[in-house]
């Protein structure tokens, strides 16, 4: 067992904000901020930021690659070549990271590796989907920080923590004036036509009794030069979310502003919450009610979202202590920046012996973005899109690295967008249904990625979601 000590002190933070101190600090190199705004439009209590990398855990042909750059990780890069379930689990098992006990209680994500993995995953974690999802295509990065900046938002000060034996923040410079993000022209893959004719096969499917709902996607791609981080700030202003993230690892960025859990594990406590509804935004009051009404009304929505929960149930009954899991809140409206959605809340208790690699096979991925039954609605979806999602329909997050605890919190990686080769990619789905209508099903997609395409037209405008905060 390898125990890394953090350092760490309490820093006042009435003149700074996440952004700034990202700039200031991790500059042009490579880091990642995680933010959070609730439902209801407050900003959550923390934010994270985390920089000069000591240990990544990738997936590489199906094999963990361990990258150390502390000595007192290199014993980890035994388990590299190691099949990659197996194998990053041995490593998270093999490692704790323990806070300073003069600081007092700090959020579990302090010390937890971060990062994402990509859809194609799911042909690692799930053996009958490797004919289609190739485990040795599958992509996923892990991060241990050997810096963290914690924000607490409500008490207005952050914690510095660093896994050197000092505080001193060095390198603390002018905040750098990144280049303005430059988009081209866009291009949807697949084209309207093609996708009319995949939702119509695949409603075929659906009708033959192969599947009850499949989730077809659209990617939309273009040229991009200048600042990722830039069009960052635009995103999280435009579409604050409760999984609000910039990653930087090098050749690849990801951001996004999710609306939608993953999986989460709070020393046992696993949650859930599936959405599967969409309306957008009325733009009044009055009109915003009338479309909410008209979307618990609909009776095609809510028999999609019903499916949703059940199939949220049976991935939580994998791995939950039996007679734990409870459907806590049940299809209620929540409001985003540019759409609507119906959402139930589902939790359980995990089951003794479960760890975090569990948890994620048991969630990963969503129903939300696959359909149901799961496994049959995936192969589908590879078959007609062909096209590797990349991140999209993933997970970002964190695993914790307190021993003798099971803490991760994971967002679906949807209203989200990556560069990486000079191309921006992001991508939106619909759910299909026996009776789905294929035009409106291309419009969801359109709809959903309504907020992302606005931050790329947007010209900027300062950094008011988090200076208000403040």
């Known amino acids: 067992m390898i125990t890394l000590p953090q350092q760490g002190t309490w820093l006042p933070a009435d003149t700074q904000t996440p952004i700034s101190l990202y700039l200031t600090l991790v500059r042009e190199k490579q880091g990642f901020l995680l933010e959070s705004t609730e439902v ?17 855990l990738s997936c590489s042909g199906g094999k963990l690659d361990v990258q150390s750059y502390d000595p007192r990780l290199h014993a980890l890069k035994e388990f590299s070549g190691q099949d990659y379930v197996s194998g990053l689990r041995a490593c998270l098992n093999a490692l704790t990271v323990t806070g300073p006990e003069n600081l007092g209680p700090l959020p579990a994500v302090t010390r937890s590796v971060c990062g994402y993995m990509a859809y194609n995953m799911g ?49 603390c410079q002018r905040p750098s004036t990144p280049a303005p993000p430059v988009v081209g022209a866009i291009t949807t893959t697949p084209n309207q036509d093609e996708f009319l004719r995949r939702v119509g096969r695949a409603k075929d499917l659906i009708t033959e009794g192969e599947a009850i709902q499949i989730v077809l996607s659209t990617r939309f791609s273009a040229p991009f ?8 700030r635009r995103l999280r202003q435009i579409n604050p ?3 609000t993230f910039f990653m930087s690892f090098g050749e690849l960025t990801i951001m996004g502003s999710s609306p939608e859990l993953l999986i989460r594990c709070e020393d046992g406590l696993l949650q859930l919450r599936p959405i599967a509804g969409t309306r957008v935004r009325g733009a009044t009051e009055a009109e915003d009610q009338a479309l909410a009404e008209e979307l618990l009304a609909d009776e095609k929505e809510r028999a999609e979202h019903v499916m949703l929960v059940d199939l949220g149930r049976n991935d939580l009954g994998r791995i939950a202590a039996p007679g734990t899991v409870h459907v806590d809140k049940y299809m209620q409206v929540e409001r985003f920046s540019h759409v609507m959605h119906l959402t139930s809340y589902l939790s359980a208790h995990l089951a003794e012996g479960l760890d975090a690699i569990d948890v994620l096979k048991a969630g990963f991925p969503a129903g939300t973005v696959s359909g149901a039954p799961k496994i049959r609605a995936m192969q589908i979806i590879a078959d007609e899109e062909k096209l590797d999602r990349g991140p999209y329909a993933g997970g970002i997050g964190w695993i914790g690295l307190d021993q003798g605890q099971v803490n991760l919190d994971t967002g679906i990686t ?13 991508q939106a789905g619909a759910g299909l249904v026996f009776d789905s209508d294929p035009e409106k099903e291309w419009q969801e997609c359109h709809n959903k990625a309504r907020a992302i395409l606005k931050a790329i037209t947007s010209t900027g405008g300062g950094d008011d979601f988090t200076d208000r905060q403040l």
């Open 414 to 426: 949807i209203r989200s967008l990556w560069v990486e080769n000079g191309q921006i990619n992001w």
């Open 225 to 232: 030069s200048g600042s990722a981080f830039e069009l960052y």
């Open 241 to 243: 979310s409760p999984y």
């Open 123 to 171: 042909g690692i974690f799930e053996p009958a989907l490797a004919d289609r999802l190739r485990p040795e295509e599958g992509r996923s990065i892990m991060v241990l920080p050997g810096k963290v900046i914690l924000f607490d938002h409500l008490h207005h000060r952050c914690c510095y923590l660093t896994l050197d034996s000092t505080t001193n923040l060095n390198g």
């Open 40 to 56: 209801d439009g407050r900003l959550g209590r923390y934010s994270l930021i985390g920089w000069d990398y000591r240990l990544i």
